[in-house]
């Protein structure tokens, strides 16, 4: 066991020890003063005048760190990196969902933007324009699509503290459509249902051989007239080469079940017609027949490339693809006609809206560039890139530390370790 003598002599030792340190200490600082690391923080709040000050000083700050609850605009984003390409290492932490967003216009006389928003699933996507809020749902499967009418200024969608913004999207320029079936019920509704919400429409509706009904004018199908084509029955085999050919350069196609039946569009369609599946309800009361009740040709076998859009039970009832630079959308619904006249009293606008929206989604329609729009449409992608990923550390390197040690503080623990030793030494008898 260490006699009482031996245990002091140890802890003399160490106050000896400490002392030499902290004059080392002392020395490096009087010699490296103004080289120390300078080490700063700022959080989303301060963020801004936190750049204007450490900017407007005579040396950028060594390390610099922004503790994050939002997403910094573009110009503190772009700021920050210049600081750290001017010297500063510069880093971020903070718990930002990854966001991003689309804006893309609805190729209709309705006009409107379709908002995609790509968030962690389960999160509340908010979407919003200039003027405030419009919609908010739940992310699912990636992300939320919202069809906004009309919006003011640029487009946000927000999740938590992280806020995607595009401007929005260049008009659109619609050409005519071209209706081809037989004189019938469908065709002359389609032609109703689309021109009552402001499309341009052609038609040919032959009546018997060598004898047509036509509306407009039938110039040759290609991009340059046509938005797009809608086939509906075999009246349309002697058009079936050029429309391959239009659908090969852009341009849109809806095959009806009928006509996707017509081996001429075997290259084209998405899927082989099936067989016939009744709708759930037969009834002539209005309101009884809807989308669902009706007739249906599933798109069965479908194409490597193809995808359902929609589906009735197991079955699908709209698939869609591409073909070259085209769009081909493929409905399996027979008759759409009864819906209107057999449904309720919104049966008219919802087969009006459900016929726009076909188009829609194939229509070519080119758009009006605008020039110059500035987009934060991807914030927290943006943010890793300019800075990295982030970091979870909050405490200044040792350096840096070390080097904001005062020497008053320095000075006083050296003179404490020294008497302290010196006290001790005396109090055993030893000099």
Not at 103 to 129: E, T
Not at 144 to 157: D, K, L, Q, T, Y
């Amino acid at each position: 066991m260490r006699s009482r003598a031996e245990i002091r002599g140890t802890f003399e030792g160490i106050l000896r020890a400490a002392s030499i340190v902290l004059l080392a200490w002392m020395l490096w600082l009087s010699l490296d003063r103004g080289r120390s690391e300078r080490f700063v923080t700022a959080h989303s709040a301060s963020l801004g005048a936190a750049l204007r000050e450490w900017s407007s000083e005579g040396k950028a700050p060594d390390r610099i760190r922004a503790q994050l609850d939002s997403t910094p605009s573009p110009r503190q984003r772009d700021w920050l990196a210049a600081l750290g390409a001017a010297g500063s290492r510069t880093t971020w932490s903070g718990d930002l969902p990854a966001i991003g967003i689309s804006v893309q216009p609805v190729a209709s006389p309705r006009g409107g933007v379709i908002v995609l928003a790509a968030a962690p699933r389960g999160a509340a996507v908010r979407v919003a324009d200039d003027v405030g809020p419009m919609d908010t749902m739940e992310a699912s499967g990636g992300g939320a699509r919202f069809v906004v009418p009309s919006a003011n200024g640029s487009i946000s969608a927000r999740v938590g503290g992280a806020t995607a913004r595009a401007s929005l999207p260049d008009n659109v320029v619609l050409r005519r459509v071209l209706v081809l079936g037989s004189a019938g019920w469908e065709s002359k509704f389609v032609v109703a249902a689309l021109e009552e919400d402001g499309w341009k429409v052609d038609a040919e509706m032959p009546v018997a051989p060598g004898v047509s009904v036509r509306q407009g004018s039938i110039g040759p199908i290609d991009t340059a007239r046509y938005s797009a084509v809608i086939a509906l029955d075999a009246a349309v085999a002697p058009y079936a080469m050029e429309i391959a050919r239009y659908v090969s350069s852009g341009g849109g196609l809806i095959l009806s079940a009928s006509a996707a039946s017509m081996e001429a569009f075997g290259s084209i369609r998405a899927g082989v017609p099936g067989r016939v599946d009744a709708g759930a309800i037969v009834a002539s009361e209005p309101g009884a027949t809807t989308l669902r009740s009706l007739a249906l040709l599933p798109v069965v076998s479908l194409k490597a490339d193809a995808i359902a859009l929609d589906r009735r039970g197991g079955l699908v009832s709209a698939a869609a693809r591409r073909h070259v630079a085209g769009r081909v959308l493929q409905q399996g619904y027979v008759d759409t006609w009864r819906w209107r006249m057999g449904g309720g009293d919104a049966s008219l606008a919802e087969h009006r809206a459900w016929w726009t929206r076909s188009v829609a989604s194939v229509a070519y329609a080119p758009r009006m560039r605008a020039a110059g729009r500035a987009e934060d449409d991807a914030p927290v992608a943006r943010l890793v890139a300019a800075l990295g990923p982030p970091s979870q550390g909050v405490a200044p390197g040792l350096v840096s530390a070390a080097g904001s040690v005062s020497l008053s503080l320095l000075f006083v623990l050296l003179s404490f370790c020294l008497l302290t030793e010196w006290a001790s030494r005396r109090l055993r008898g030893s000099r």
